[in-house]
């Protein structure tokens, strides 16, 4: 798996490199090539925090409702229950942060 990341990289940097011409190309083609990696980072972020929505709330997720006594169905996401959890601390004069 890391060997097949690796090559991929080199593979993509040499792609960049050849597109590139005059002087400082090499520093040009790392500099590309790092801020794709972020990029990848970034929407990797996104992908995780989008794919939140449908998972199942937390155990202490649903036990902090309960503490509050708000009522909720047993299969709650995650995403429900923080807007449940917001909604009710903000109903009782507390912020979130």
């Not at 991929?8 to 597109?19: D, H, S």
């Amino acid at each position: 798996m890391e060997d097949e990341k690796v090559q991929r990289y080199v593979e993509e940097f040499n792609a960049i490199f050849e597109k590139l011409t005059g002087k400082g190309k090499t520093q040009a083609a790392i500099g590309i090539l790092q801020e794709m990696g972020k990029d990848r980072r970034f929407q990797e972020i996104v992908n995780r925090k989008n794919g939140n929505n449908n998972e199942q709330a937390t155990e202490k997720q649903k036990n902090f409702l309960r503490g509050l006594g708000v009522e909720f169905p047993e299969n709650i996401s995650k995403k429900e229950a923080s807007a449940l959890i917001n909604e009710a601390l903000n109903g009782n004069g507390q912020t979130t942060h």
